[in-house]
C-alpha cells in the first residue's frame, strides 16, 4: 500500500507537535502533502512559526507550510496559553526557524490540493478548530466530494468538555466552523476527549521519549512535561493526555482505536453549552451517521509506535 496523502491542520500546542512529528517519522504509512496553520491554542502568528519549529525539529525543511485563518469564522478568539504555556510550544528550549513560510494562503492550498488530486487520495487532518477546513468547503463546496476522508481532534461525549463543562476546546474555539465541518457530507473520524484522555503520559512513558537519546526524544519528554503540569493540577491524572498524535497514529495503525458510526450534531446557538458535540452514542434519535466517534485506545500499543517512530528523526 502506498502512503497516504494528507495536509495537517495545526495549532502547536505541544500535542500537535507530537502528531506532527509521528507523521514525519512514517513517510512509508503518510505523505505530508503541506501543514496549515490555523489561530487555536495560541494566535496565529505563534502556530505559524511552532509548526516552522516542528519541521526543523525533525530535519524535514522542506515540508510546505501555510498560515491559515486568524480568527474563528463568527466569534472571537479563545487560546489556551493556561495549558500550553505563553509560545504555546512551552517546555523545550528551540530555535527559532529559518525555513519560509509558503505565500499561498492555507486555505486555498487545501482547495488547490484537493482539485489537483483524484477523488478519495486526499485526507485531512484537522488538529486544531476547524476554520480554516470550513472556509475551504464554503469557498469551494466542489471540493468536498473529493476529500478521502476528515480525520480530527475535536469533541466529547462521555468525557463532555475541557474548555467549558460542555465542550471540547477545538469545537469550542469555532463552532460554526466545526458544524459546517460535520454537516458536509465529507467521512469523518473523530478522536475526541473520550479516548485521548486514555493517551495519558505517564512518568514511564515520559522516559522512554527522554530515553531515544536524540533531540527529539529530548524534546518531546520536555513539551510532555510540561503540559503535564497542568493536567496533573486540574485532572489529577497520572500523566498529560496527548490528544492531537491520535489522529497521526490512526492513519499508521487503525486497529488501535474503536468507535461507533453516529451522528454527531454541533451545538452553535446556546451559550451555556456552545460548542458540544452531540453525539448520539446510544442511538436514540433518527438522525443519519455522519462520523466515526472513537471511544477506545489500545494506550500501550498507541505509545509502543509513538516511541519507536519518534527514534528514527
Ligand atoms: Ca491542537
Not at 456552545?274 to 448520539?280: N, Q
Amino acid at each position: 500500500m502506498s502512503a497516504r496523502k494528507i495536509i495537517i491542520d495545526t495549532d502547536p500546542g505541544q500535542d500537535d507537535a507530537v502528531a506532527i512529528l509521528l507523521a514525519l517519522a512514517s513517510p512509508e504509512d503518510i505523505d505530508v502533502l503541506g501543514i496549515t496553520a490555523v489561530a487555536g491554542n495560541v494566535p496565529l502568528p505563534l502556530t505559524q512559526k511552532n509548526t516552522l519549529i516542528v519541521c526543523e525539529l525533525a530535519g524535514k525543511t522542506d515540508v510546505k507550510v501555510f498560515s491559515g485563518c486568524d480568527r474563528p469564522l463568527g466569534r472571537d478568539l479563545v487560546t489556551a496559553e493556561h495549558v500550553h504555556g505563553k509560545t504555546g510550544l512551552d517546555g523545550p528550549d528551540l530555535p527559532d526557524p529559518v525555513m519560509p513560510l509558503q505565500d499561498q494562503h492555507a486555505v486555498d492550498f487545501i482547495i488547490e490540493t484537493l482539485r489537483t488530486h483524484d477523488a478519495g487520495t486526499v485526507t485531512l487532518c484537522p488538529l486544531g478548530p476547524l476554520t480554516n477546513i470550513a472556509m475551504a468547503f464554503e469557498k469551494a463546496p466542489d471540493i468536498v466530494e473529493k476529500v478521502q476522508e476528515i480525520v480530527l481532534m475535536g469533541g466529547a461525549y462521555f468525557e463532555v468538555g475541557n474548555i467549558t463543562p460542555a465542550a471540547e476546546f477545538n469545537i469550542y474555539v469555532d463552532p460554526q466552523a466545526a458544524h459546517i465541518v460535520f454537516r458536509a457530507g465529507a467521512p469523518i473520524t473523530v478522536m475526541p476527549l473520550d479516548v485521548t484522555h486514555k493517551a495519558l503520559v505517564t512518568k514511564f512513558r515520559n522516559d522512554a521519549f527522554r530515553e531515544l537519546g536524540t533531540p527529539v526524544g529530548k524534546a518531546v519528554a520536555q513539551m510532555t512535561d510540561f503540559f503535564e503540569r497542568f493536567d496533573k493540577e486540574k485532572y489529577g491524572s497520572a500523566g498529560a493526555p496527548l490528544h492531537d498524535p491520535c489522529v497521526t497514529a490512526y492513519l499508521i495503525n487503525p486497529d488501535l482505536f474503536s468507535g461507533r458510526h453516529i451522528n454527531v450534531e454541533i451545538e452553535t446557538q446556546s451559550e451555556l453549552t456552545m460548542g458540544m458535540t452531540v453525539a448520539d452514542w446510544w442511538g436514540v434519535t433518527q438522525r443519519p451517521p455522519n462520523a466515526t466517534f472513537m471511544g477506545d485506545i489500545d494506550a500501550d500499543g498507541f505509545f509502543s509506535l509513538l516511541t519507536e517512530r519518534l527514534a528514527r528523526l
